[in-house]
């Protein structure tokens, strides 16, 4: 394999959109995606229509919200774990980890958190407190590792179109994006801002004020390359023509294309989780 591309899609209701992911995925062809948001039940994921378009897929899905995928281009991911460790009692199905194509992808999906301050907010926060924790083992592994997903944080005011319509919001309060940088201080490569430094790009856009026609985003979905995949990416991007479709998710598709390297295998053997590593039928 020449190159690895690999996406991260909040669908916002894959069973209201099913026809704009697999108009994308024909389209587009990426290797692996992740997606958030299914808002569907497990026996809802349209799996047959997925893999009539040439992917195999895991996933965890929820009724009427939440809900993550890992797709894969020719075949299943190989299941590591669905859930973070550290709360045994947390039913939201926001984490997939997989196996594909040689790399290991986490699929995320991070709470929203509003409002805040407030019981939502603290759990945001420590959602992400175990996201950390559990992010730098996968950067200690030394596999090479992807996170995908939508974070629910805008990092910066240069990614957003103007922070003071959003300054009581839980994506941009200090406390979220504290969590965003000690991520990215273990090593982690925010590949969509390596790639554009000094560009404002945005992959999400609500439904409200015609916040689309007038480009009015914030960039909340990330992927973020371990050490040894940052010097290996090529290029990075948003699809936006996704958002301009008919019944649009209010995010676009976010992907990153590797160098072929990084389609190898991982040096070392993957430690599976006691989840079920099965796909679902």
Known sequence: MESLKIATFNINGIRARRSNLLEW??????????????????????IDDIRAAGYGAIWQGQKSWNGVAILAKGGDPLEIRRGLPGAPDDTHSRYLEAAAHGVIVACLYLPNGNPQPGPKFEYKLAWFQRFIEHAAGLFESGHPVVLAGDYNVVPTDEDIYNPRSWTKDALLQPESRECFERLLAQGWTDALRAKYPDERIYTFWDYF??????NSGLRIDHLLLSADLAPRLVDAGVDRWVRDQEHASDHAPTWITLRGEAAEKPSKPVKRSKARTAAKK
């Not at 004020?209 to 007038?214: E, G, I, V």
């Open 25 to 46: 995925l024909e389209r587009e062809q990426p290797d692996v995606v992740c997606l958030q948001e299914l808002k569907a039940q497990d026996a809802d994921f349209p």
């Open 209 to 214: 004020r015609q916040h689309w026609q007038k």
